[in-house]
């Protein structure tokens, strides 16, 4: 009877949390104007509007520079380019492609190389909302001390209190709430032992070469 109890005790904590979990997905947009950073990064999704919506931020003038992360590795500049709205002269000048991120634990050290060979400790984090609590927490664990400004890119299907009554919504903010939680959990024990573990990540994007290609 006790384990029933507490089984059923962890159920409602996890289910509380879940709601918890998408009021602050929700909460998340529409997104206010962010205050200027050192720059901009964008972690690639399904659709353009993540990286469309950190270039106009950079056109505003919301930051120095901007890192794409996880292009893919198929993709050219000049492909990218013709996707995104601006100007070509600002997006030659001011737009760092990253291509080793797979995942967003890539996207994390990712921009965490770049943020350090770029000298960057305030930056615009352009993502899904659905997607920005667990980005936040990876990027926080690679880039301690790094001051990071959500931006979050609204996704349509998620932006009622009712989510959780169509099944591919409800799928979608179930999963991402685990996947938080794991990273979640991991964090929190990295801070219990007071350790945490360098992370071999890839190397800042090539500037150089992103403008030889551009050419």
């Not at 001011?94 to 994390?108: H, I, R």
């Not at 609590?133 to 609204?154: D, N």
């Not at 169509?166 to 219990?192: C, D, I, Q, S």
Request: charged share 25%; net charge positive.
């Amino acid at each position: 009877m006790k384990f029933l109890t507490l089984i059923a005790v962890v159920a409602l904590m996890w289910l509380t949390g879940l709601f918890v979990f998408a009021e602050r997905v929700r909460g998340f947009t529409p997104a206010p104007d962010p205050t200027r950073a050192d720059a901009i990064v964008s972690l690639t999704g399904p659709s353009a509007e993540r990286v469309n919506a950190a270039v106009r931020l950079l056109e505003q003038g919301k930051g120095d520079r901007l890192l794409i992360s996880g292009v893919n590795r198929e993709v050219r500049r000049q492909e990218l380019r013709a996707l995104t709205p601006g100007s070509k002269k600002l997006f030659n000048c001011c737009v760092d492609l990253g291509f080793e991120a797979e995942n967003t634990v890539g996207n994390a050290q990712e921009i965490a190389a770049w943020a350090r060979a770029k000298g960057y400790d305030d930056l615009i984090v352009v993502t899904s909302d659905y997607h920005m609590p667990r980005s936040l927490l990876e990027i926080r664990g690679a880039a301690p001390g790094v001051r990071l400004t959500p931006y979050a890119i609204s996704t349509p299907s998620l932006d009622t209190p009712s989510w959780w009554r169509a099944t591919e919504t409800a799928r979608r903010m179930t999963l991402e709430y685990m996947k938080y939680l794991a990273v979640l959990g991991r964090e929190g024990m990295h801070r219990l032992t007071g350790r945490h573990p360098e992370r071999p990540g890839p190397a800042a994007p090539d500037v150089s070469e992103s403008l030889k290609a551009a050419a």
